[in-house]
């Protein structure tokens, strides 16, 4: 049995350390022309369109500001100038409040078999059937116009890890050559904005050089790159100790690619303001749910007769109208309905865990959320 008190031992530990070092937080509103987002904000992944197994609706009722997309594989399929054509994704896929579409490199790495890297761009070949293609600083910010992104990402290259210091420091220089590029390339309008992307690896005078190159650019944001790659939670913090300090005080710091509830909490003590990961919806899909008693893997046998909710105070409707032997059942035989209510419920916490991160640090408190 999971006892009410036991709260994530990693989460536990980072609060605690959270009452001397870390006085770094802060909770804004980023105003955009389709609407504001609350930070510290968690922004449900939507790759291709759709945040998987979610209604758009169903999104918005967990709390969601905003939520991503994805230039590789929409510039594939249906094709950026086609949903130029259809009104642009926020039409196409139901959507009214912000998007932060991706760059495209970092999908592109991690996806397609054949690619290669030049000055001008990378050359790829599609991973679905094969056709080849260039994504560049120019086409990237472009397929992100006609895809009418709130916010677009400059066109970087995520240094891999680990990287030896030259490696990272001529993959630095590239994408401050590309950033360069993107930003000139970027159409501004009010309410829109374009993000830097910093990188360097672990190194911390090429975090320094790349904040420094990004910030003459003047972007309405920027985020950290080239974190959760493998690095692991403690080489990442130790990156986020003095990597948001070199960006302006004054614009949006988004990490990407993070994380786990224990990740998001650290990250925000270091001074971080966005975050994205699919973890609360792939996870979801794959039957582990996040609690506050911690993660219930629902395809446990011990939940095949449990007649009780994920979380007896969670508003979500599998917590609401479902038991865990329900839910147990549902993701054992595979129905759809599995993936949307565990995928649901996971959003949900994610939000509830950014509000009261956001309701803390309004009323100044530390978030020891040992409750
Ligand atoms: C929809 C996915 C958004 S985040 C993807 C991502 C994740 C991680 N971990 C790093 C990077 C990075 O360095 N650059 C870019 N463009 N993207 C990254
Ligand atoms: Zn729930």
Not at 77 to 85: E, L, N, S, T, W
């Amino acid at each position: 049995e999971v006892s009410i008190t036991k709260f994530p031992a990693d989460e536990r530990k980072i609060i605690a350390k959270a009452h001397d070092k870390y006085k770094k937080a802060r909770a804004g509103i980023i105003n955009t022309r389709h609407g504001q987002i609350h930070t510290p904000a968690f922004m449900p992944v939507g790759t291709k369109g759709t945040v998987k197994a979610m209604l758009p609706e169903s999104v918005q009722t967990t709390g969601a500001d905003i939520i991503l997309g994805n230039t590789y594989h929409l510039m594939l399929q249906p094709g950026a100038k086609r949903v130029f054509k259809l009104g642009g994704l926020h039409k196409f896929m139901n959507w009214s409040k912000p998007l932060l579409t991706d760059s495209g490199g970092f999908q592109v790495m991690s996806l397609s078999k054949l690619r290669k890297i030049t000055e001008e761009g990378v050359i790829f070949n599609s991973h679905i059937d094969g056709s080849k293609f260039m994504l560049s600083p120019e086409s990237s910010t472009e397929i992100q116009y006609l895809l009418g992104s709130t916010i677009t990402m400059a066109f970087d290259e995520c240094t891999p890890y680990p990287s030896t210091y030259e490696q990272a420091k001529s993959s630095m220089e590239l994408t401050s050559r590309w950033a360069k590029r993107s930003r000139k390339a970027f159409y501004s309008r009010d309410g829109y904005g374009q993000f830097g992307i910093i990188q360097g690896s672990i190194y911390n005078d090429l975090r320094l050089k790349s904040a420094l190159d990004l910030i003459e650019l003047d972007f309405e944001g920027y985020a950290i790159g080239g974190l959760a790659v493998g690095e692991g939670q403690e080489l990442m913090f130790k990156v986020l100790d003095y990597a948001p300090d070199l960006l302006p005080i004054n614009k949006p710091r988004y990490l990407m690619g993070v994380g786990k509830p224990a990740d998001i909490i650290g990250a925000v003590q270091r001074g971080i303001d966005m975050f994205d990961c699919v973890i609360p919806t792939r996870s979801g899909r794959n039957g582990q749910a996040f609690t506050k008693y911690g993660v219930v893997n629902i395809r446990n046998s011990k939940y095949k007769e449990d007649n009780t909710p994920l979380e007896e105070d969670c508003l979500c409707p599998a917590c609401k109208n479902y038991t865990k032997a329900y839910l147990h059942y549902l993701v054992k035989v595979k129905e759809i309905l599995g993936a949307m209510l565990m995928t649901w419920h996971n959003l949900m916490y994610f939000q509830k865990l950014m509000l009261r991160i956001r309701e803390y640090i309004a009323q100044g408190k530390d978030f020891d959320f040992i409750s």
